[in-house]
C-alpha cells in the first residue's frame, strides 16, 4: 500500500519516489490500479530488484476489508547460481621448513 500516485509524473512526490526507487536499481513489477474519487491510480505495487525476473505470475483480489486490493504474487523459484571460485593450494610436505622461517 503506498501513498503515492505512481502514474502521475507531474507530481513532485512522484517523480522523487520513481527517482528513489531507480537510484537503488528497483522496479515496480505490478500494481493494481484503484479507483479513487473518480480517478484512476496505482497505489498497491510490487517492487522488485531491476535486475531480475523475480515474478513468474501476480493477480489481485478484493477482501473486502479495506479500500485496497490483495495483490498474490508466484515468484520464479530460480535461484542466482554462485560465482565459481577458484582455490589455490599447496601440499604442506613440499613446503621447506627452513626457508619458511
Do not use: G
Not at 507531474?10 to 500494481?31: E, G, V
Amino acid at each position: 500500500d503506498f501513498n503515492f500516485h505512481v502514474d502521475d509524473l507531474t507530481n513532485p512526490h512522484t517523480a522523487k519516489f520513481l527517482d528513489l526507487l531507480d537510484c537503488y536499481n528497483l522496479i515496480i513489477a505490478a500494481y493494481y490500479l484503484a479507483q479513487l474519487i473518480k480517478q484512476i491510480t496505482a497505489l498497491d505495487l510490487v517492487i522488485t530488484r531491476s535486475c531480475e525476473d523475480m515474478i513468474h505470475r501476480w493477480s489481485s483480489m478484493d477482501p473486502r476489508l479495506s479500500d485496497h486490493k490483495v495483490i498474490h504474487t508466484k515468484f520464479n523459484p530460480a535461484k542466482p547460481r554462485l560465482p565459481r571460485q577458484e582455490r589455490k593450494y599447496r601440499k604442506l610436505r613440499s613446503v621447506d621448513p627452513v626457508v619458511s622461517k
